[in-house]
Structures are given as structure tokens and as C-alpha cells.
């Protein structure tokens, strides 16, 4: 007690103790001497009596009294352990306030007075049968949190069975224990994790987090135990609350890099700057069209990336956090940039939050500027920041600058070098710095900038100037001794002594530059030697001994005399350094081996020093970690491993009990697709594949009644359920159908047929996906079997839909139109290629049959799109391909051409042409490529050469042409080996367009720009049934790649896109009038493409 | 997870400390005090703070800080966001969160903190289950509790806690059902000297207060959801739904709470509703400065500005300043140099203006630093995002 008392004391200073003494008499107002006892024990001890005394009485409230006053104590950090005999009687209360008080004194003083606490453990003992699983619950906390090693059995029968307990609250306790017991008695371990297996099997939200917790605090390496609930975790992450959602997720990570292989592509085709990925769209890419890539992403790799996603929206920052470092370190690199907008939304948060996120972002934006690029302006510095969070603004600021925007970067700097806050000038000089050495063409506008810096009044920027200067220098010393002499001229005024070494260091290393100045500046300096600061006397002596050198005639008495003020100097490292000048440069016999040497050594070329990033080596962390943040390893920080060469057997995760591997491969293939179980019905959109979910969702889109048809669907989720899962999983799904249905089930019945617009969601990522089609089936590649079979699954799945139902006899008979298509094709190519290689049948096909399903969707479903401004993705696809080269022509090579309508991956102002091949001679045909063009001019990014196509084989390759605007026909040469065609493409008007979206608000406004000359309108009949917007909206999108401006009037529809060379707006206007006429305006200021296109629009909506 | 947590007030003293594992002295506090001294402006201690044994996560809020004690690895931005949910509760609680209202209900705060945190992991952190379990203190509970003897400690678990909405209790009965959203639109602009917007963000949230019986299920649909750019909701709205639809589909908890926060996207620049003249000149030489500052309405949609507030940080070199406001009261702060001054309403027919002179130190060359001005005003019934 005194002893403790003391302690308290000394860390509490006067002000302390005084404030404390407050406390005390405001808490226990009632008490008058309550609290007074700082120093004066023996009103301590007096209190302490009253307070017993008080406990001991058969009065309830005065015991509450009492105890409240106890945990005042205890909350001030005073001791009040000389009660517990007092206090632990009334652990039996019936009061349940006061219970609680008593368990909390319990806990905190239990370690102290052991002996004393075993008393109260019957209590507990017999408080964990109780019927109210309140109270199971809070005596299982208090006897875990009593850290008293007698008890540890107790302890362990306590877990054990509260690990089977009925109420899952219970069960989260009894996995918060197992961390408190694992902490008291290592030895327990493998016990514990039997537990820790037991309850990672429990199916409910509440215990998931809590167990996980145990899992990482217990037996961190027990990866194995994670395998038959990976999926099961996954699934019901979104329902975890908050915190465990965390823990989950930072545990999977780490699963999954020692699971799954790497999903980073080795060969850069796609840049960090495409910005394109949406997961979404995978099912496309696994399908459109298989490489010969070998990667293909695990399913529950994929199913993790799924599930994590909606969490981006979570209001926890923490798990928004750990949703982003989990998409940093697991997802492939393209899809990494969906974190980016939900991070930059954290900086609106609390300071701290702030300060962790933009580390976070520093450390991303070093590796991947394309990520927070089109953000930069969210990181500008504010004049309310603190101090470090304005530096690691300007950390950010410098790791985006490049080219394109470093005037703007640069011009903010100016501002910030004249801020009142002198730390963050400081920085900004640094950066600037940086900048000057990251990006050379502004190298010399940033040196002119600093050097005008050095007139600055503000010591600290000045000093920070030269010394950034100097690094400058010393990257391109050549021609800058005009800014050398203009700092020995600065070097009086200049105080700081890490600049004025700095300029001594430059005088030196560039005396011969400046001949005349730098004696001058030695003489100085000799002068005010005695006077300097260490670093700058050190300097001095460098530059005497460079001076002696170079120029000993004018120098060489200033040295001696320098080198003699340094030899009794009272610090011993200039004296060292002096000696050892003196005996290098001033000749004498003894030593000439190394002054002959003295030159080289003092003068040699040095390298200029790198002006990296301080978040440069962060990487080696996890990202969100603490270790991270202190960028050193925190305890306890477990590596991430490194992605396995071969993924381990990915059945182990498997929950079936008996099945053969092959079989459950696609079965698999589309849990993996499975949204979060939020509900069972999710679970019957997600089970049955995406191609259903794009069936039935356009299909009921507006079918009220859509009730038959879910039943079926419905039974038809189910059975897949069960075949492909276990009992177990069974379980587990109508477990989350049990826990959702309460909320859900009821309204999700009528939800369901709104549900479209997801579907247009989840399709419109795929169709803006400039790059997909080039890179889509990487991914699915390697398994053409496993695709053909879901694919046919698919197909079927979208048949039981457009069966179904009577009002959306239009949208099968759409569906059918591509459907048919491919299936003519498929034969085609069957015919073609006989049996010779699957491989391309499939990839014709996908490659076909996705986008035109798309645009299918995308046209029925047009009226309400609802999606980003700017370039959104074409709202239709016409699958319509025109002959580049006919087989008899190209002597048995065979081309056709389609513009699949997909921003132009190469170059913005392209166009995108994607060009089918087939071989349909009888000899392989080498070296396909593109030869001469014209007009010369042209801009054409050719497909990369194909080196061989197989007879009866086909490819499918992408180019981007630039056609300026104008529907001139590209002229070019097709060369294969042997021959070369003149083939060229002629593009229809509506196919130079890009759509953007926007809002009508924008659309008049843009509009009232290009009236008058850029205004061209027509007058069409049309028929009285399509007066209605869907139908017209379909025409337009075939005629024109257009984007859907949503709009207030039923019988005014506006769509507007871009020309994809110049990116001039294109605004077209239905408008529809009485007597089925209708009025088409269309403004643009390309005004023959406006006229060509009133041309094709009028021929489309009349034939309509 | 979080070991032991101390709250330490501006003038550096702990006055309350709780532990949920084993006793970690007070000392540990002292490289926290350590950085505290360090630090030229309070919010400049760096939150996180590695010491030989420990970690400190500290926030600060209403001058008081939060310093968590952390022995291994985790998260910080979990212990961040935690430590900031347990001010919101003591907020919701007490009405404010002072050094003087924590003191006064001492045990309240303790009870909530054995419930918020198990072995220093997070149990239960929504209002609606911890008011069940510790009811809030009221003049009139306190004077019955005293009277009977009767606790403020629920007998039951509370029924969220177990159900699928963890959010919301069973069993809420009102007379008047009644629900109330709050659209709350911000904006953040940095404008140069100039006038003209370098960057402008609009961030708004959506708060709700509903006093509904039973347990409701509500839907909330937008006229143009495409406009809320990037949202994050409260856990109670079903993600899916607004993802398919945009419409917003929730079961909420009772009482006070945010919604969704969100963040528009600005295409084109945001029009900012005030504009300041302004005239801040240092003559070489002379101590005299002039100061001249004039704010006028802009494109306000016929709202009137309230609450003007403005502030700026004027050059060490100031000694002091001798202004004479329009409208309102100004305060000069000497030793911060903070020149602070409550406009109040704007009048658009007669603008409010801040004019006067600064006495500036005598000898001292003119400060070359241009003084950043801060305003903050509110406008009623007025969406910025439109």
C-alpha cells in the first residue's frame, strides 16, 4: 500500500495531484474526506475504514455506495487492494450493479491476492449454470479474467463447456477466454485449440469474430484448421459485426497467401495505369476467351475478393482499412484500384484515421502512381492539418507528380514554401527536390525556384534550400557555377550550420568552377574558424585541403593555418580528420605513397545521392499493420508470406465428404461466384451462375408475378446445394437462411424483381472494360473443359429462364437472335476445324455471345442506367462482323472485323477493332501481321504479330485505329509470310463515338453551346407501338454508340457520347410528338459527322 | 489487443485509467508525455507511439486524449476507430465529453468500458444494446436510484445483442412514430489568393433520428442517386439492395444515428456560396500593417449565410491589432497570434467588413508569409450538390 501510494505520487506532478484531489471530492461528494489522502496516509487508512465498514453493513445501497466509490479509486489509479476481503464478500450479491462493481474490483486486484480470491470462484462456478445467459456469460469473463494460475482447470472446464453452450453470446465468451487462459498458462495450448476447432465450426455470426481473435492469438499457424471453414467465413463475413470483420479479414489474407498462387501477371500488358477492373466481370473474362495463359484464379480465392468488396462501404474505417490492404496483397494488380476511392473517403475522417490512411497511401503510392492519380487534388494540403499530416500529404503529392501534372504539383509546393508552419516549409523544399530529381524536365525550373528560396528571410528555408540544392548540384554539377557563386555570396548571411557546410562541401567538390571565389571563402572561414559549429569546421577542412590541391600557390598558408587551428581544436573528430588531412596533402618524406594519391582520394568523382521516399522500404510490412505505421516490427507481427510457386490441394477446403475432384471443379467454379450469403435467396441468384443471373434478372424485370419461376429456380439452387456441398453445408446455408430470414425473406420475394439494375451493374464493367476482351480469359484459359461444361449448365440455366415467364416474350426473342448466332457459328467453325483444337470454338464463341448478350441486356434495360459520369460502357454491342478478307482473296486466309465498342486500350482516341483470322487453307500460315497503310498518316497500334495459325484454325486479335473523325476507310496491308492483301475498314459513324453519361442538367447545358450551326434536326415518321422509350432507346444505341442521359420527360430521350479522336460531345435528342412523328436534334460541332449520323438515325428509328 | 486505456487531460495528467489485462503502470504514459512536450500544437502528437514494451494509440478529442496501450500487433486504425467510438458513447451518454463530466459519472464510464471491451477486444459498441445493458444517467434516474437503491445495470442481455440485428432492441414502443433525416452537406474548398477554387469536395452525411414501434423496415430512395459518388453506411443497410437499385433498405436502430456518409464527386468546380475580399498589406519599415477584409454572399440561392466564422493565423511579427468589424465581435489572441472573428449573419444589402490596422514589431523586417484565412459558415435548407 505505501509502496504503491509513493509510486502514484511520483508520477504525478504538483498540478496532478492537485487536479486529483478535485476529482476526489467531486465524485464523492458525500464523503468529506474522500480522496484527500495524497502524502497523508493515515487519511487514507481512515477512509479506507469507513469504506469497509460501509461494505460490511447489511445495507444494499450503502454497499453500492461504497463500491462506487471503490471504483472511483481504482478508475484514479489509486490503490485500494486493502478491501478485498470487504469487497469479495458481497461477490453473492443479488444486486446486480453491485455484482458487476465487485467484479470489476475482482479483476483488477485478483493477481494481487490470490489466496483471498479463491473464495469467490464457487461463486462463479455455480453462476455458470444459471439459466440467464447473462449471467453464464459474465461469470465465465470474470473468473477468465482472474489471472491466478491455481485456477487454470477450473478455467479449462469452464471453456470447454461453455463451448457447447446453447447461447452463442456464451460461446463468444468462452472464445474471449480462451485468449485470457492461453495468456495465463502457456501449457494449455493444444487443449485450447481443440476448443478453438470446436468453435470455428459454429456457425454463428456472434462467435466468428471472437474465435478467429483466439485462432490468431493462440496458434497463429495453424493454417490447417482454417480449410473446412475458409468458405463458410467468407460467406458470412458480411453479417460479422464490425470488429470481427477485421480480424476475419487480416486472418484470410494471410490464408490466402499460402493458399492460393500469385494473380499477378508477370508480363506487363496492362500497365498500373488501367483503372478497368471490375471484378464483375471475371464470369466474361473466364469465358470470352481463353489464351494461353496458364493462370486461373482459384475460385475461393475469387470468392474471398467477392465477399470482401461491399465492406469498402463499411463506416468502420478499420475494416475498410483491412478490406484494402486485403485487395492490396491478394487481388491481381488490376483490380487493386476499386480501394481507391473508398480510402480517399476515409481523409475526410478524424485526424488520426487521417494520419494512418495516409501512410498507408504513401507506401501504395510509391509502387502504383495510376491508383490515387485522379485523386491528387484530394491530397492538397490544408492550412488546419497538423504537422504530420501535412507531410505525408506532400510525401503523396511528390510520389504522384509526374510529367503531365508537375506544374500543378509544383505551384501548389509555392504555396506551402510560405507557410507559417517552418517544418512543413522545410518539407516542401525537400520535395521539391525530389521532384527536381524524378522528373528531369523540370530540373532546372525547380533549381531556378530554390535558388530564389535562398533569399528568403526564414532561416530554417534557407538552410533547407541549400541543402537540397547541393543534392541538385551534385546530379548535374556541369554548368551551374553561376548558382554556386550566388551561394558563397549568400554564405555571410547564412547561420544554420548544416547549410553553410553544405556550401563549403559544394565550394570544394566544384573549386575549380569557381577559382576566384573559393579562396575568398576559405579566408573567411579562417577567420570565424574557432567560432563555427563542428560540422561546419569539418567542411572547412575539407575545403582548405581540396583548395591546397588544386590551387596550393593561393591557398597553401590559409591551409596551414586552418589545418593548426583544427589540430587544437576540443573536439577530437576534427582533430582526427585534421591530422589526417595534414598528413595526406602536405608533402613530407615519410609518407609519399599516399599523397600521391591525395588527388584522387579528395577529389574523386562522387556519386550523386538518390532523393528517395522515406516510405520507400515500408512495403516489406503488411499494409495496415502497426508495424507498418512504426516501420519496425511490432511483436507479434506475423509475416505474409509469399505467394506458393503451386497451390496446395485446393479440396481441402472442400466441405463434401465423398466426390469425386472433377466433378465438383465446376460446381465449384460457381460457389466461387456466390455473392455474400446476406440471404438465401442471394444464394439462389449466386449459386446458379451469372448467365442465369443475366437471364432472369432482365426477364423479370418487369414481371410482377415472376412467382412460378422463382419457385423453379429456387428448387434448382437448392439441388445444386446439395449436390454440391455436404450436410455440413447444408447446414450452413439454411443456418444463414434461418439468421436472414427474419429481416429479409419477406420483402426480398417483391425485391426481386427489381432487382435489374444489378444486373445491368454487374454487366456494364464487362462492356467498359476496354481491355477485357484482351485480357479476359487469361484467367479461365487452361480450362476449356471446365468452361465448355459451365457454360453449357449456363445456357440451359438462361433456357429454364426465358421459358419462364409471359411478358418478356420481346427479350427472348432478342436473346434468341444471339443465340442463334452462335450457334451458326459454332458450326461454322465446327465444320472448319473438324475435331482439331476446342480451344478457339470456344473462344469464337465467348467472344461473341458475351457482348452481344450484354448489349442485349444493356438495350432492354436502357432507360434507368445509372453509372459514373464520364466514358460509361457502350449500351449496346452489335455483333454484326464485316468481311476484311474474303478466303478466296486472301488464299485461304480469311478476316472480318467488328467494332466491339470498348474504349480503345491502347490510345484514348482509338478506336477499337476487333479482327477474327481463320486459316482455311490446308498449310499453317506464318507471321500474320500488318503491313504498309494508307493514308501514311494513319494511326494504326497493330495486333502483335501471330506467329503461326494452324489450318482450320482461327484467332481473335484487337487493334485500335485512329480515324480521325471522319469515316474515311483505313487502308492497309495484311502480310503473312508469303503474301500480302490490301484489305481496309470502313466504319459507320455511330462506331467513332464513345457514350458518356450525364446528367440532363449537363446535357442542356452543353447543348445550349452548340446550337445554330452545330445543330442538325430531322422529322421522322415512325410506328405508333414504339413510341415508348425502350424502343427507342435500342435503335440508337445500334446505330450509334451512344450513352442514355436519363430524362425527367416520358417522351424526351437524350443520349449523349463523344467522338473518340477529339472527344467533341455528341448530343442527340429524341424527341417524340404526336401522331407517331418524332423530332431527332442532334448537336455537335463535328457537323458532317452530326449529319452522317442524322443520316443512320433516320433510317434506324423509321424502320423501328 | 488494447491492454489498458488512460485519459489524459490537455495539462497532462491521467485522470482515469482502466485496465482489461494484466496492471500496466502509469509510467508507460510518460513517452507519451514525452511527445506531448515535443509537439508545438496539441493535434501535432503523432498518434501512434512505439515505446521498448508498448504501443500508444492515442486521439484526441474535446482536449482530452485517449491513449490506448497496445502490446502486439494489430491494427491500428482498429484501435483508432475504437477509441473513437468510446467518445461518441460518452457523448451519447453525458451529453458532452469533458474532463468534468467523465469525473462526475465516473462509474458509468467504468461500466461502459468492462462492457465495450472483453480481454481488450470490442463486445459491444452499439448505443442501442449498451443503453440496455447500463442505462444513460438522468437528474431524474439518479434521485430514484438514490431513493430505492435501485442500479442502472440491466437484468437482461439485451435482445439485439442475440438477434440478426444486433442494432436495434425488441420490444420499442412509442405513441408517436416519428422519423426524422438530417441532410447534412459540407464543403471544403481551398481557394487561392486570387479567389479562384483550387479543389473543392462536398461531403455530406445523412443523419437520422426514428422512433418507430416494433421493428420496422424502411426503404429510402433518391431522386439521382447517381450524385452520392462514394458511400459508406451504417451496418444496418443491406448492401446488396442498394447496389442493385440504390435505394436504401434497413431495419434502423432506435434513437440517433448516421445513416450514410458520402462523398460527391465535383466534375465541374462546386460554386462556393461566400467570397472574401480581402487586403492584408505590410509596409517595409514601418510597424504598421493594414488589414482590410470584406464578405459577401454568392450564388446562395436566396439562403442567407449564418454563423460566419472567421479565422485566421496572422505572421509571428504581429503584435497586435486594432480592427473595427461592421457587424459582430473579433478577438485578437496576442501570444497564438489567432485572429478570430464571429460575423454572424450575412446581410447581402450591407456586406460585413473587418478593417483596421496591425501593430507589428518594431525593427522586424515585413513578414513575407501570406496568412491563411479560414472560414466556416452554414447555410439552412440548402444542398451544395444540388
Same mark, same amino acid.
Given at each position: ?83 478485498? =476481503? ?93 485468449? !485470457? ?81 500469385? =494473380? ?45 468488396? =461491399? ?22 494488380? &488490376? ?86 508552419? !517552418? +517544418? ?34 526564414? +532561416? ?93 600557390? @593561393? ?27 595534414? @598528413? ?22 562522387? =556519386?550523386?545521392?538518390?532523393? +528517395? ?19 519496425? !516490427? ?19 477446403? &472442400? ?42 434478372? $432482365? ?9 412460378? +419461376? ?30 436472414? $430470414? ?363 | 489487443?488494447?491492454?489498458?486505456? /488512460? ?6 495528467? *491521467? ?16 513517452? /507519451? ?30 482536449? *482530452? ?181 440504390? *435505394? ?97 449573419? *450575412? ?40
Amino acid at each position: 500500500m505505501l509502496s504503491m501510494s509513493t509510486n502514484n505520487l511520483s508520477y504525478n506532478d504538483q498540478g496532478g495531484t492537485d487536479s486529483a484531489v478535485e476529482v476526489g471530492q467531486e465524485t464523492t461528494p458525500t464523503s468529506s474526506n474522500a480522496g484527500a489522502g495524497f502524502g497523508l496516509f493515515s487519511v487514507d487508512f481512515k477512509k479506507n475504514d469507513d469504506l469497509k465498514e460501509m461494505l460490511e453493513s447489511n445495507k444494499e445501497s450503502l454497499k453500492l455506495e461504497a463500491m462506487k466509490r471503490v471504483v472511483g479509486l481504482i478508475a484514479k489509479g489509486k490503490n485500494a487492494s486493502e478491501l478485498f =476481503p470487504a469487497v469479495v464478500k458481497n461477490v453473492a450479491s443479488k444486486n446486480i450493479e453491485l455484482k458487476k462493481l465487485v467484479y470489476v474490483y475482482l479483476v483488477r486486484y485478483a493477481e494481487e491476492q490470490q489466496d483471498l480470491a479463491l473464495l469467490s470462484i464457487s461463486t462463479f462456478q455455480r453462476a455458470l449454470k444459471d439459466p440467464n445467459q447473462l449471467i453464464r456469460a459474465s461469470a465465465l469473463r470474470v473468473l477468465s479474467s482472474i489471472r491466478v494460475p491455481i485456477i487454470v482447470p477450473i478455467m479449462m472446464l469452464a471453456i470447454k463447456e461453455a463451448a457447447s453452450d446453447m447461447s452463442p453470446y456464451v460461446r463468444k465468451t468462452s472464445a474471449h477466454a480462451i485468449q !485470457k487462459l492461453y495468456s495465463l498458462d502457456q501449457d494449455q495450448k493444444d487443449l485450447l485449440i481443440e476448443v478453438i476447432e470446436k468453435l470455428l465450426k459454429d456457425k454463428s455470426t456472434l462467435v466468428a469474430g471472437s474465435v478467429v481473435m483466439a485462432f490468431e492469438e493462440v496458434c497463429p499457424d495453424r493454417i490447417d484448421l482454417i480449410h473446412k471453414n475458409y468458405r463458410k467465413l467468407c460467406n458470412l463475413l458480411v453479417d460479422v459485426e464490425e470488429w470481427g470483420q477485421v480480424v476475419i479479414i487480416s486472418m484470410l489474407t494471410r490464408y490466402a497467401r499460402t493458399q492460393f498462387t500469385s =494473380p499477378w501477371k508477370e508480363d506487363g500488358v496492362f500497365d498500373e495505369h488501367s483503372e478497368r477492373a471490375f471484378y464483375e466481370s471475371d464470369e466474361e473474362k473466364t469465358r470470352n476467351e481463353p489464351e494461353a495463359k496458364p493462370y486461373m484464379m482459384d475460385p475461393d480465392h475469387r470468392l474471398l475478393l467477392r465477399n470482401t468488396k =461491399p465492406l469498402l462501404q463499411s463506416r468502420n474505417t478499420a475494416v475498410v482499412m483491412s478490406v484494402a490492404q486485403l485487395y492490396w496483397h491478394l487481388a491481381p494488380k &488490376n483490380e487493386v484500384s476499386i480501394v481507391t476511392k473508398s480510402l480517399v473517403r476515409l481523409l475526410r475522417s478524424h485526424r488520426e484515421v487521417q494520419y494512418i490512411v495516409l501512410q498507408n497511401i504513401a507506401s501504395m503510392s510509391i509502387q502504383r502512381k495510376g491508383m490515387f492519380e485522379p485523386y491528387m487534388k484530394s491530397f492538397y494540403v490544408r492550412s488546419t492539418d497538423a504537422t504530420h499530416i501535412k507531410s505525408l500529404k506532400l510525401e503523396i503529392l511528390t510520389s504522384l507528380a509526374n510529367e503531365a501534372n508537375i506544374s500543378t504539383v509544383l505551384r501548389e509546393f509555392q504555396t506551402y514554401v510560405k507557410s507559417q508552419d !517552418k +517544418e512543413f516549409a522545410a518539407g516542401t523544399i525537400q520535395a521539391i527536390g525530389r521532384c527536381a530529381t524524378n522528373i528531369s524536365e523540370v530540373t532546372d525550373t525547380c533549381l531556378n525556384g530554390l535558388v530564389l528560396l535562398l533569399s528568403n528571410r526564414d +532561416e530554417t528555408v534557407v538552410a533547407e534550400s541549400v541543402v537540397v540544392i547541393r543534392k541538385l548540384l551534385q546530379t548535374q554539377p556541369t554548368q551551374h557555377s553561376d548558382i554556386i557563386k550566388h551561394m558563397a555570396k549568400l554564405f555571410d548571411n547564412i547561420t544554420v550550420p548544416m547549410a553553410r557546410a553544405s556550401i563549403l562541401w559544394l565550394m570544394g567538390e566544384y573549386c575549380e568552377r569557381v577559382p576566384k571565389i573559393a579562396p575568398d571563402v576559405l579566408r573567411k572561414m579562417a577567420k570565424s574558424f574557432t567560432s563555427e559549429e563542428d560540422i561546419v569546421k569539418l567542411q572547412t577542412v575539407n575545403l582548405a585541403a581540396k583548395l591546397y590541391l588544386t590551387n596550393s600557390k @593561393q591557398t597553401k598558408l590559409l591551409t596551414q593555418y586552418i589545418l593548426n587551428l583544427g589540430k587544437y581544436d576540443q573536439n577530437y573528430d576534427i582533430r582526427d580528420r585534421t591530422r589526417f588531412i595534414r @598528413q595526406l596533402i602536405v608533402p613530407n618524406d615519410k609518407n609519399g605513397a599516399l599523397s600521391k594519391y591525395a588527388h584522387r582520394i579528395l577529389l574523386a568523382p562522387k =556519386p550523386a545521392p538518390l532523393l +528517395e521516399s522515406a516510405y520507400k522500404d515500408r512495403d516489406r510490412y503488411q499494409l495496415g499493420t502497426l508495424s507498418h505505421t512504426i516501420n519496425t !516490427k511490432a511483436s507479434g507481427y506475423l509475416e505474409l508470406s509469399d505467394w506458393p510457386a503451386v497451390a496446395p490441394d485446393q479440396s481441402v477446403r &472442400n466441405v463434401e465428404v465423398i466426390e469425386p475432384v472433377k466433378e465438383w471443379a465446376p460446381s465449384l467454379w460457381k460457389t466461387g461466384k456466390s455473392k455474400p450469403a446476406k440471404s438465401s435467396d442471394d444464394k439462389f441468384y449466386s449459386d446458379s451462375g451469372e448467365e442465369e443471373e443475366e437471364g432472369s434478372g $432482365s426477364s423479370s424485370s418487369e414481371d410482377g408475378s415472376s412467382s412460378s +419461376e422463382e419457385s423453379g429456380s429456387d428448387a434448382e439452387s437448392r439441388v445444386e446445394n446439395s449436390s454440391q456441398s455436404s450436410e455440413e453445408s447444408d447446414e450452413s446455408s439454411s443456418q444463414s437462411e434461418k439468421s436472414s $430470414s427474419e429481416s429479409e425473406s419477406d420483402s426480398e420475394k417483391k425485391k426481386r424483381k427489381t432487382k435489374t439494375p444489378l444486373q445491368k451493374k454487374t454487366v456494364k464493367p464487362t462492356a467498359k472494360d476496354g481491355d477485357s476482351d484482351g485480357n479476359v480469359a487469361k484467367e479461365a484459359s487452361s480450362s476449356s473443359a471446365e468452361e465448355s461444361s459451365s457454360d453449357s449448365e449456363s445456357d440451359s440455366d438462361a433456357h429454364t429462364d426465358s421459358d419462364s415467364g409471359t411478358e418478356h416474350k420481346k427479350k427472348t426473342k432478342s436473346k434468341a437472335k444471339p443465340k442463334v448466332e452462335v450457334k451458326s457459328k459454332k458450326e461454322v467453325s465446327l465444320l472448319d476445324l473438324g475435331d482439331f483444337t476446342p480451344a478457339p470454338v470456344t473462344q469464337l464463341k465467348s467472344s461473341i455471345l458475351s457482348p452481344s448478350l450484354l448489349g442485349d441486356l444493356e438495350g432492354m434495360s436502357l432507360s434507368n442506367v445509372s453509372s459514373t459520369i464520364q466514358v460509361s460502357g457502350p449500351a449496346f454491342v452489335p455483333e454484326k462482323s464485316h468481311d476484311l478478307l474474303h478466303r478466296m482473296t486472301g488464299k485461304g486466309l480469311s478476316a472480318q472485323y467488328q467494332f466491339p465498342r470498348q474504349p480503345c486500350l491502347y490510345q484514348p482516341t482509338m478506336v477499337s477493332v476487333q479482327i477474327s483470322l481463320t486459316n482455311t487453307s490446308d498449310h499453317p500460315l506464318e507471321q500474320i501481321h500488318i503491313g504498309d497503310r494508307s493514308p501514311t498518316g494513319l494511326n494504326i497500334h497493330c495486333f502483335n504479330t501471330v506467329e503461326c495459325l494452324e489450318p482450320e484454325a482461327s484467332v481473335t486479335v484487337f487493334m485500335g485505329i485512329d480515324f480521325n473523325d471522319s469515316t474515311q476507310a483505313a487502308n492497309f496491308q495484311l502480310c503473312t509470310k508469303e503474301d500480302h492483301f490490301s484489305v481496309s475498314i470502313q466504319p459507320a459513324v455511330g462506331d467513332l463515338f464513345l457514350p458518356i453519361t450525364m446528367t440532363e442538367l449537363d446535357f442542356r447545358k452543353e447543348q445550349g453551346k452548340l446550337l445554330g450551326m452545330n445543330e442538325s434536326s430531322a422529322t421522322i415518321t415512325m410506328a405508333a407501338e414504339n413510341m415508348t422509350s425502350q424502343p427507342i432507346s435500342r435503335p440508337v444505341a445500334t446505330v450509334a454508340n451512344l450513352g442514355v442521359v436519363p430524362s425527367g420527360q416520358d417522351d424526351i430521350h437524350r443520349f449523349a457520347g463523344k467522338t473518340a479522336s477529339s472527344g467533341a460531345v455528341v448530343l442527340v435528342t429524341v424527341e417524340l410528338r404526336e401522331s407517331s412523328t418524332a423530332l431527332i436534334t442532334i448537336n455537335t460541332e463535328k457537323s458532317v459527322m452530326g449529319s452522317m449520323l442524322l443520316r443512320d438515325l433516320k433510317q434506324a428509328l423509321a424502320q423501328a | 489487443m488494447i491492454h489498458s486505456l /488512460f485519459l489524459v487531460n490537455s495539462s497532462g495528467d *491521467i485522470f482515469l485509467e482502466k485496465h482489461w489485462k494484466s496492471v500496466v503502470s502509469r509510467s508507460v504514459c510518460d513517452y /507519451f508525455f514525452e511527445a506531448q512536450e515535443r509537439a508545438s500544437e496539441p493535434e501535432n502528437v503523432p498518434p501512434v507511439i512505439p515505446t521498448p514494451h508498448h504501443y500508444l494509440i492515442s486521439v484526441l478529442r474535446h482536449r *482530452i486524449y485517449f491513449v490506448a496501450v497496445i502490446q502486439s500487433e494489430v491494427p491500428p486504425l482498429f484501435v483508432i476507430e475504437f477509441l473513437h467510438r468510446v467518445v461518441d458513447t460518452f457523448q451519447d451518454y453525458f451529453g458532452v465529453c469533458t474532463e468534468a463530466a467523465i469525473k462526475d459519472n465516473v462509474v458509468v464510464v467504468y461500466e461502459l468500458l468492462e462492457e465495450m471491451l472483453d480481454n481488450g477486444f470490442p463486445l459491444a459498441t452499439e448505443s442501442n444494446i449498451l443503453k440496455e445493458l447500463i442505462k444513460p444517467p438522468t437528474i431524474l434516474r439518479t434521485v430514484v436510484n438514490t431513493i430505492t437503491g435501485s442500479t442502472n445495470v440491466g437484468e437482461q442481455l439485451p435482445t439485439g445483442q442475440l438477434s440478426v440485428v444486433p442494432w436495434r432492441r425488441t420490444g420499442v414502443k412509442y405513441t408517436n412514430n416519428e422519423a426524422y433525416f438530417d441532410v447534412v452537406e459540407e464543403i471544403d474548398a481551398i481557394i487561392d489568393k486570387s479567389g479562384s477554387t483550387i479543389t473543392a469536395e462536398i461531403q455530406g452525411v445523412i443523419d437520422a433520428c426514428v422512433k418507430l414501434t416494433g421493428m420496422p423496415d424502411l426503404t429510402l430512395s433518391f431522386m439521382n442517386p447517381r450524385l452520392l459518388d462514394d458511400v459508406s453506411f451504417h451496418p444496418c443497410v443491406r448492401f446488396k439492395r442498394w447496389e442493385a437499385e440504390r *435505394i436504401l433498405s434497413f431495419i434502423p436502430p432506435d434513437g440517433n444515428f448516421r445513416l450514410l456518409s458520402y462523398h460527391v464527386s465535383c466534375q465541374n468546380l462546386v460554386a462556393i456560396p461566400v467570397y472574401v475580399k480581402h487586403n492584408i498589406t505590410f509596409r517595409e519599415g514601418s510597424s504598421q500593417g493594414r488589414f482590410e477584409l470584406t464578405l459577401g454572399p454568392k450564388q446562395t440561392m436566396g439562403k442567407g449565410l449564418e454563423a460566419v466564422l472567421i479565422s485566421s493565423q496572422l505572421p509571428r511579427g504581429v503584435l497586435n491589432t486594432n480592427l473595427n468589424p461592421s457587424q459582430g465581435t473579433y478577438n485578437f489572441d496576442p501570444v497564438t497570434k489567432l485572429l478570430s472573428w464571429d460575423v454572424g449573419k *450575412i446581410n447581402p444589402q450591407k456586406l460585413p467588413s473587418l478593417k483596421g490596422s496591425m501593430s507589428l514589431q518594431a525593427g522586424a523586417s515585413k513578414p513575407d508569409e501570406n496568412p491563411t484565412i479560414n472560414i466556416q459558415f452554414k447555410i439552412q435548407q440548402s444542398a451544395l450538390s444540388g
